[in-house]
């Protein structure tokens, strides 16, 4: 009987390794038909999620749209992704040159999309400007530089659009938004406030549009590190604010979201979080448990202002 086990245990592992390999070839398949000849708009795709994005999309044969605000960065995505690139399989990207902090050029590029394929069938709001201080030392003009790129901006593109997608009664938009749109961090107000206004205006449209067929999803992770920022071990001796901290600034690394969003599309999530345990279980802590919460980051507060900070 031990003998049969020892044997059996193999065989075991590799019918599972099997099974996991067949649901990520079937995964990639249904991921490629579900963007495959769509035309795809991702806004700030030089960033480090606006390339990964880029990435995945253009290899499941999407038309992609990538927009930036530094045309070199864009001409440098689009070689790298002509470069590895299947032409029997894929399109060549069109590259648009966007500022979404700068309203008034955003119609135009609208229209500039519109009128080169006739649609837009998914919008991927991803561009994002970050700010960190004290409230009351982050000037007005700061305050509104930060809405009009995280909200703003994003609104703005998103309803030049949304009349094409309710009259052909298809579409979807993608906001890729942060988990301070849940709850705020200190010393990050205007960006919390930001994040705050846009998920509170793609979840009201969610209701709006549905009777087109119009599909409003929101993705929100944590911070988005860099490809080669990793956290450090973790200190179970330092505070709870310190070890909740570390979780959220780490946050999730770009490849990551960028399947996630393309797994949003392709089964068409509604809201989705992007994020380890601790910052998942923070958004029901400040539901359920406000005054707990609340106690907790000011914890943090008192602790950054009492301890100089290195350097």
């Known amino acids: 009987m031990g003998v049969m086990a020892v044997l059996m245990l193999p065989l075991l592992l590799l019918g599972i390794s099997g099974l996991l390999f067949i649901y990520q070839e079937l995964s990639r398949l249904w991921s490629k038909s579900a963007v ?20 995945v999309f253009h290899t499941g044969g999407a038309r992609l749209v990538l927009c930036g605000k530094n045309w070199e960065r864009l001409e440098n995505l689009y070689d790298a992704l002509i470069s590895v690139a299947d032409p029997s399989k894929t399109f060549t990207p069109k590259l648009v040159l966007l500022d979404l902090s700068d309203i008034s050029c955003v119609p135009d590029v609208a229209k500039e999309v519109l009128d080169c394929y006739g649609c837009v069938d998914i919008l991927i709001n991803n561009a994002s400007v970050k700010v960190k201080g004290p409230a009351h030392k982050i000037s007005l003009e700061l305050d509104k530089k930060i809405m009009d790129a995280n909200y703003f901006g994003p609104i ?26 849940k709850f705020g961090i200190p010393f990050r107000t205007a960006y919390a406030a930001s994040k705050h206004a846009a998920l509170g205006f793609f979840d009201c449209l969610r209701a709006e549009v549905e009777e087109y067929d119009v599909v409003i999803s929101t993705v929100s992770p944590t911070f988005i590190r860099s490809y080669h920022v990793y956290p450090e071990q973790g200190n179970w001796e330092a505070s709870i604010w310190k070890f909740f901290f570390r979780k959220l600034t780490y946050g999730v690394h770009p490849v990551e979201v960028a399947e996630e969003v393309m797994r949003t599309v392709r089964r068409k999530k509604q809201e989705v979080f992007v994020a380890n345990p601790i910052p998942k279980a923070a958004v029901y802590v400040r539901t359920f448990f406000p005054e707990f919460f609340f106690a907790v980051v000011a914890c943090g507060v008192k602790e950054k202002l009492n301890v100089p900070e290195e350097g």
Do not use: F, Y
């Not at 960033?47 to 994005?53: A, H, P, V």
């Not at 309803?159 to 009664?169: D, F, H, V």
């Open 156 to 181: 703005t593109l998103t309803k030049a659009l949304l009349p094409n997608m309710i009259s052909r009664r298809t579409g979807q938009i993608v906001l890729v938004n942060n988990i301070q749109g």
């Open 36 to 55: 495959q000849n769509k035309v795809v708009v991702i806004t700030d795709a030089i960033s480090g999620l606006g390339k990964e994005c880029a990435r």
